[in-house]
């Protein structure tokens, strides 16, 4: 397993909608795999593959493994279709491609979603809460749909701006060790 290079807002392909996966091969179980492994330390809770440059209809989510690497259940969901089953709530939600962003958003708190899994046996899953939520946060990156849509046009450009300036700091720093 490896980890993979994140891709940041405002890289075009995060706007770009994804094509479904053709066929559950080796390649696309290790992609799966390197996506949990970048997910867990880059300290997110889900990874969608165009958050690792990729245009496939697939996403990785893992809500327990923060309580302890010893709870980590990661769940893959390749070519999924979520579908709404309860009301609306509010939670605050981060993603891994805006660095240090946050965004109150409104989300539905059941859903239910039918997706492959790493067999390209499909399954049928059902979620509530946070689960649920990180579920709808990476489909929408598979629409080329992330959480700057829902914002206004100023946070907007505040968050690419401190995004801009992160990813130079770090590259300064980067520069400095080598
Ligand atoms: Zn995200």
Same mark, same amino acid.
């Given at each position: 397993?490896?980890? &993979?290079? &994140?891709?940041?807002?405002?890289?075009?392909? &995060?706007?770009? +909608?994804c094509e479904p996966v053709p066929e559950v091969t080796d390649e696309i179980r290790t992609l799966a795999q390197d996506m949990i492994l970048t997910m867990m330390i880059e300290k997110g809770i889900g990874l969608a593959a165009p958050q690792v440059g990729k245009l496939l209809r697939m996403f990785v989510v893992d809500v327990e493994w923060p309580k302890g690497?010893?709870?980590?259940?990661?769940h893959v969901f390749i070519n999924?279709?979520?579908?709404? +089953?309860?009301? &609306?709530?509010?939670?605050?939600?981060?993603?891994l491609s805006f660095p240090g962003e946050t965004a109150e958003l409104e989300r539905a708190k059941e859903i239910l979603v039918r997706a492959l899994g790493l067999d390209g046996q499909e399954f049928v899953m059902e979620a509530d809460g946070v689960l649920a939520v990180a579920i709808q946060?990476?489909?929408?990156?598979?629409?080329?749909?992330?959480?700057?849509?829902?914002l206004s046009w100023l946070r907007k450009s505040g968050v690419q701006k401190r995004v801009k300036k992160k990813l130079r700091d770090q590259k300064r720093a980067a520069a400095k060790k080598s």
């Open positions: 397993m490896k980890t &993979l290079p &994140l891709r940041y807002f405002p890289d075009g392909i &995060l706007f770009q +909608k690497t010893e709870q980590a259940d990661p999924p279709t979520v579908e709404f +089953k309860g009301p &609306l709530i509010k939670s605050v939600e981060g993603c946060h990476e489909n929408d990156h598979l629409e080329g749909k992330t959480f700057s849509d829902r």
